[in-house]
Antibody
Framework: QVQLVQSGTDVKKPGSSVKVSCKAS????????ISWVRQAPGQGLEWMGR????????NYAQKFQGRVTITADESTSTVYMELSSLRSEDTAVYYC??????????WGQGTLVTVSS | SYELTQPPSVSVSPGQTARITCSGD??????AFWYQQKPGQAPVLVIY???ERPSGIPERFSGSSSGTTVALTISGVQAEDEADYYC???????????FGGGTKLTVL
């Protein structure tokens, strides 16, 4: 059973960057595909991008191209999502999820990021 | 960019059947998954690969697929089923993941 544990709540200033971590346990880390999904208050789920750990290759939703970077550290079984040039509209809960092509998403607990001056 | 379309809301009385649809051009080629989300909680998978039900999900949850539309059906709805439901799939290439806008199920 794969478990994903995310870093804690964060508060950032507009224009700054945030880096959220997602530590995996159970299973074989380098076989994972990890996606990041965010949910603004009262809004739906929005896919941001994913990384296939084995290849170290990430791809991003068009909306976030150039502003988001997803990386993986195999030595610590941790995936990171960094979002730059933050604005108030980026206030959201950010989820990491392990993606199985047959079984869909298995979710972390979520990380609240608040962007406020 | 590719989109999945869901109705914003569905309302049913307890014991009735709720059907939530999700439409997208790539659905004939890509599997759909359904997630239930209750307030303050992470989503939970209720249907995978269009029609399969994970272990631990009640039998009243079922999925179906026809052309460019997939559907989640909840038979004999219970009060505890009140939640937001999201469909999820991918574009034709499988490269980009997409979620539907979500459907709020209200149990009257």
């Amino acid at each position: 059973q794969v478990q994903l544990v995310q870093s804690g709540t964060d508060v950032k200033k507009p224009g700054s960057s945030v880096k959220v971590s997602c530590k995996a346990s159970g299973g074989t880390f380098n076989s994972y595909s990890i996606s990041w999904v965010r949910q603004a208050p009262g809004q739906g789920l929005e896919w941001m991008g994913r990384i296939i750990v084995m290849f170290g290759k990430a791809n991003y939703a068009q909306k976030f191209q150039g502003r988001v970077t997803i990386t993986a550290d195999e030595s610590t079984s941790t995936v990171y999502m960094e979002l730059s040039s933050l604005r108030s509209e980026d206030t959201a809960v950010y989820y990491c999820a392990r993606v199985d092509p047959d079984m869909g998403f298995s979710w972390g607990q979520g990380t609240l990021v608040t962007v406020s001056s | 960019s590719y989109e999945l379309t869901q109705p914003p809301s569905v309302s049913v009385s307890p014991g009735q059947t709720a059907r939530i649809t999700c439409s997208g051009d790539a659905l004939p080629k890509q599997y759909a998954f359904w997630y239930q989300q209750k307030p303050g909680q992470a989503p939970v998978l209720v249907i995978y690969k269009d029609t399969e039900r994970p272990s631990g999900i009640p039998e009243r949850f079922s999925g179906s697929s026809s052309g460019t539309t997939v559907a989640l059906t909840i038979s004999g709805v219970q009060a505890e089923d009140e939640a937001d439901y999201y469909c999820q799939s991918a574009d034709t290439s499988g490269t980009y993941v997409v979620f539907g806008g979500g459907t709020k199920l209200t149990v009257l």
